[in-house]
């Protein structure tokens, strides 16, 4: 029998649930009712962090890299991509008829990047082979698991009911330790929040605290301060907001003192732009990823994006390939198939570098004409897959034709 855990984790849709016992007063149990409390006093969720840019620029961009890589089945000894692979078109093509295989691929990652798991089911044919994949609400599946730790899923339906799937037939991303990013970081997000409300209302009141009115005549009984009360309610309604900075008449001796502000509370930006760095620390991302370029140049900036390649958006990469493999490949294909991503996407370069580095390549025999062709999007040529080396007649190399002499030259 399920345990209380479970059943309330189906019933209110926190998604994948924990071995962990917790009573519902615990701060554990607050993730089961859709809103993480933080000290700043703002309530952190999903939706509430996307308000935050740099959070939705963190998950737009892991999640876009992922959904632009192309990958591909092929053989492990020989290389040759196996477009007759059932696999072939779902990891490259389409995932299913309305969902392009990147498309499928961003939606996953943004899903787990969120709420820390993606769910996609396999849609087999008669006999078992891959057809589709469908994407499934992280917040109708649970994670089962036996006494062996072999997981199964409990997939709630939309009609009612639910369905248990084994783990072959789900393909399953999730994050590290299967815990969103958002929930690591709730202080940060919440605290990004709430300076964000606060810098909001200060320039709603045209960056300036409210001040206060003297005057110099006695005011005594209710009927004065009810007098008081009025003349604050009319300056409040004549001058505040839209109106701040109007011509003001102040009569019965009235004057109105403004109340300076302080460089701590005028001076938003060095926090603001702490708490991008906070983020860009828990997605794991280059800080200038999230356009925060104060301490960036031309170099930094380009080795940046190269580790945001390589210590960011790979260890997805390789969940994608995995997941891939154990549910579209057959365990006899596993012994001889690979699926595998082609990260050329990622590092391309300008237009002359490009060029310098496949001339390169064809110099040394490592590409031919026609991969390079490939490479750009071009048809192949005929003779273009010999791996010869154009810049020199040796090693191999097509010697040139000697001139014609001139048949009217004595």
């Known amino acids: 029998m399920p345990s ?30 859709a809103g993480v409390p933080v000290r700043s006093g703002v309530t952190v969720t999903s939706s509430t962090a996307l308000r935050v840019p740099a959070v939705a620029a963190a998950i737009g961009f892991i999640s876009e890299s992922c959904a632009i890589m192309p990958f591909k089945p092929h053989d492990e000894v020989s290389k ?29 990652t943004r899903d787990a990047l969120l709420c820390g798991h993606g769910f996609a089911q396999v849609v087999r044919n008669g006999e078992g082979k891959p057809l589709e994949l469908h994407r499934l609400d992280p917040a109708a599946v649970s994670v089962e698991t036996d006494d062996y730790d072999e997981p199964s899923y409990r997939i709630r339906l939309k009609g009612g009911g639910d369905t248990v799937l084994p783990y072959t037939d789900v393909l ?6 299967g815990v969103s990013p958002i929930t690591h970081a709730k202080e940060a997000i919440g605290l990004a929040l709430a300076a964000e409300q606060h810098l909001a209302n200060w320039f709603g009141r045209a960056g300036r605290p409210s001040g206060y009115l003297a005057t110099t005549e006695k005011v005594s009984g209710d009927k004065g301060t009810a007098e008081l009360e009025k003349m604050i309610k009319r300056w409040n309604d004549v001058h505040a907001g839209e109106n ?22 005028a001076e938003f930006y060095n926090n603001r732009i702490e708490q991008i760095r906070e983020i860009a620390r828990a997605f794991r991302i280059p800080v200038t990823m999230l356009w925060e370029l104060s301490h ?5 900036t380009e080795q940046l994006a190269l580790q945001f390649m390589q210590w960011s958006i790979k260890p997805w990469l390789d969940r994608w390939k995995d997941a891939y493999a154990q549910v579209l490949l057959s365990p006899e294909d596993s012994d001889e198939i ?3 991503y ?21 110099a040394m025999r490592a590409y031919t004409p026609n991969d390079v062709r490939s490479g750009m999007n071009m048809p192949p040529l005929p003779g273009g897959n010999d791996l010869i080396n154009p810049f020199t007649t040796s090693d191999g190399g097509a010697t040139a034709p000697e001139p014609q002499a001139n048949e009217t030259e004595e």
Request: proline content about 4%; aromatic content about 10%.
């Open 4 to 33: 209380i855990t479970q059943r309330l984790a189906r019933e209110i849709g926190q998604g994948v649930t924990e071995s962990k016992a917790f009573t519902l007063t615990s701060p554990e149990a607050y993730g089961l009712f």
């Open 80 to 108: 040759e991509v196996l477009r007759q692979h059932p696999a072939f078109k779902i990891v490259r093509k389409r995932s299913n008829p309305w969902t392009s295989a990147g498309k499928l691929r961003g939606q996953l």
């Open 172 to 177: 399953h991303i999730s994050t590290l330790d």
């Open 244 to 265: 701040s900075g109007r011509t003001a008449i102040l009569d019965r001796g009235f004057q109105y003192y403004p109340l300076s502000t302080s460089n701590t509370d």
């Open 296 to 300: 960036g140049t031309m170099a930094n």
């Open 338 to 340: 690979e699926i595998e």
């Open 342 to 362: 082609e990260p050329k996407v990622m590092l391309s370069v300008d237009f002359a570098a490009q060029a310098t580095a496949y001339s390169q390549f064809v």
